[in-house]
């Protein structure tokens, strides 16, 4: 059973390009959640995704937007990226219960705006 | 609106004492809380949970207290070890299944 892996681990872009983050999820896990975490912050909840629809969203611009694919692994693009766009992100993969215990989190990919 | 409030950024402990660690909320509607733990360069980890019904779980060295009354919760670690030293998250469940409000962290450090 292999865990939550994220890539790229870091990557630094410049403002207004576009980054697309990728997670994917544990075995047999069908839903992904993504985090926000800036410095000094706990993670915000950007949106979570169950068998390729989206499935709540937090406070985020439109120019934050995903994809779920069939194998439950999951995309994160952000547009136009701003500074305060720098942050840790953070996917979470756990089954589609409210068991907190199930749900998993990767590494993160430290994201830096220029 | 930080709907989870951890006001102590860091906190020291001596080994073998208890570390006490805090979390105010502001929506009495939560019907849970966890605790999340993240050593640096990993993802958190799930800790502890409390249900909004009680007021303290207990798990090994850690217990969870709840004052539905105060809109706190408190994670007690006894004895402490250094091998606890990490950022401890509080959180609070959003509208559904495992999305969640994050408490901004404690981090602990547990001298030796």
Same mark, same amino acid.
């Given at each position: ?35 926000? #975490? +800036? ?8 949106f ?14 439109p120019?934050?937007?995903?994809? #779920? ?13 701003e500074?305060?766009?720098? +942050? ?27 | =609106?930080?709907?989870?409030?951890? @006001?102590?950024?860091?906190? %020291? ?5 208890? %570390?006490? $660690?805090?979390? =105010?909320?502001t ?10 733990? !993240?050593? &640096? ?12 019904? !009680? =007021?303290? @779980?207990?798990d ?6 709840? @004052? !539905?009354?105060?809109?706190? $919760?408190? $994670?007690?670690?006894? &004895? %402490?070890?250094? *091998? ?8 609070? &469940?959003?509208?559904? *299944? @495992? ?7 404690? %981090? $602990?450090?547990?001298?030796?």
């Amino acid at each position: 059973e292999t865990g939550v892996t994220q890539s790229p681990t870091h990557l630094i872009k410049t403002r207004g390009q576009q980054v697309t983050l990728r997670c994917s999820s544990q075995s047999g896990h069908n839903t992904v959640s993504w985090y926000q #975490q +800036a410095l000094g912050q706990g993670p915000q909840f950007i949106f979570q995704y169950y068998r390729e629809e989206e499935n709540g969203r937090g406070n985020f611009p439109p120019r934050f937007s995903g994809l #779920q694919f069939p194998n439950y692994s999951s995309e994160l693009n952000v547009n136009a990226l701003e500074l305060d766009d720098s +942050a840790l992100y953070l996917c979470a993969s756990s089954p589609m219960t409210v068991a907190p215990e199930e749900q998993y989190f990767g590494p993160g990919t430290r994201l830096t705006v220029t | =609106d930080q709907q989870v409030k951890q @006001n102590s950024p860091s906190l %020291s402990v001596q080994e073998g004492r208890i %570390s006490i $660690l805090n979390c =105010d909320y502001t929506n009495s509607m939560f019907d849970y809380f966890l605790w999340y733990k !993240k050593y &640096p360069a990993e993802g958190p980890t799930f800790l502890i949970s409390i249900s909004s019904i !009680k =007021d303290k @779980n207990e798990d090994g060295r850690f217990t969870v207290f709840l @004052n !539905k009354s105060a809109k706190h $919760l408190s $994670l007690h670690i006894v &004895p %402490s070890q250094p *091998g606890d030293s990490a950022v401890y998250f509080c959180a609070a &469940p959003r509208l559904s *299944g @495992n999305q969640f409000y994050f408490g901004t962290g404690t %981090s $602990l450090t547990v001298i030796p």
